[in-house]
């Protein structure tokens, strides 16, 4: 008898972790990129190695990739400094004061976030802390904190925050303008906009309304032949992609959702934040769970996944790889270049 039940105990528990071995997958190690469409590996390659170049940020955000130099600027937007990131050497400060210049309780505390460089090679800069879209006088390599303002109202009122920016290849500059760097947002009492807009400065200095009925735009890039605008909203209860069609004029045809996020804040962390639009047409859009990439009829083709919430990503200008900004770090992943 005992050694008929000590048997049949045997059998059970091997039956018992053998399904166990069988139905349960261990969670891929953070952070992994997932395929759900094929097509993916045409730009990337699902084992790819993810690398963390540099940590211990506030908040990361504006990449832009300087092809002259080899590096990488990057705002840290509580701290109001750019830093320069170039292969092989310390990481410096590239820029400090570099959104928030002023000394007067008019303005929050917020540095740049959004950079650009403009069709000249002068550095642009969305100040939230300022509340303007501003050059920077200098020459980009020797950088100083002295400002031109390109524009700081519309229609007679202070922008709310410009957050994210985008320039044409005939110099017209779209631009976000959420609440994001204002203290206490939409109820802010310094808030002289009643609406969260996106905007165009054209290459003649005038500024036009693209749109006033995102409640929180933020990440903007235009597609490689610049008939469609790309525009994250990053409204917990409309988090969504925006596509506007444009004329050769950048005036907006039509508009209508590119992709809607599904927001899960105990699962994936993250809202529609910095985008930006590869050659070939894919959108890389950060939001939740980390770098979505969608093809150019908003099927998600897959995502990579982070450990942190992602804010923006930039391409280097031959597109063998992908720069991502976290809330404390700065990432590097290779592409695939067809």
């Known amino acids: 008898m005992k050694i008929k039940f000590f048997y049949i105990l045997g059998c059970l528990s091997l039956l018992y972790f053998g399904c166990n071995k069988n139905t349960s997958k261990a969670s891929p190690k953070l952070p992994y ?7 993916l590996l045409q730009i990337i390659d699902s084992n790819a190695q993810i690398e963390t170049l540099e940590n211990g940020f506030s908040w990361a955000e504006g990449p832009l990739w300087w092809e002259e130099e080899k590096a990488l600027l990057f705002s840290d937007v509580p701290k109001n400094t750019v830093y320069k990131w170039t292969e092989g050497k310390k990481l410096e400060t590239y820029l400090h004061p570099s959104g928030k210049t002023a000394n007067n309780s008019e303005f929050n505390d917020s540095g740049s976030n959004g950079l650009a460089f ?16 501003s050059r920077m006088l200098a020459n980009p390599n020797k950088p100083t904190p ?5 524009t700081d109202e519309f229609a007679g009122k202070m922008y709310n925050s ?18 994001f760097g204002m203290k206490l947002l939409e109820k802010d009492p310094k808030r002289q906009m009643t609406y969260s807009g996106i905007f165009l400065l054209k290459a003649d200095s005038s500024i036009h309304l ?22 994250s909203n990053s409204d917990p209860t409309n988090a969504m992609w925006m596509e506007y069609t444009l004329t050769s004029q950048k005036r907006v045809i039509s508009k209508k959702i590119f992709a809607k996020a599904v927001i899960d804040l105990e699962r994936a962390k993250g809202y529609p934040d910095g985008l930006k639009v590869h050659s070939h047409g894919y959108v890389f859009a950060t939001g939740p769970r980390g770098i979505l990439i969608f093809n150019t ?11 942190e919430v ?19 770090s700065v990432l590097r992943i290779p592409l695939i270049k067809k």
């Open 33 to 39: 990129i997932q395929v759900l469409e094929p097509d």
């Open 118 to 133: 403009d069709k000249d090679g002068k550095l642009i800069l969305c100040m939230q802390g300022d509340r303007t879209l």
């Open 146 to 150: 002295d400002f031109e303002r390109l």
């Open 162 to 179: 410009p957050n994210d920016l985008c320039v044409a290849k005939n110099g017209d500059i779209f631009f976000t303008d959420p609440t």
């Open 210 to 231: 693209i749109d006033s009925t995102l409640w929180r735009p933020n990440g903007i890039a235009l597609s490689p032949d610049e008939t469609k605008l790309y525009v």
């Open 297 to 307: 009829l908003g099927i998600q083709l897959g995502t990579i996944v982070t450990k």
């Open 310 to 328: 992602a804010t923006n990503c930039a391409f280097s200008k031959d597109e063998k790889t992908l720069f991502v900004t976290q809330h404390k």
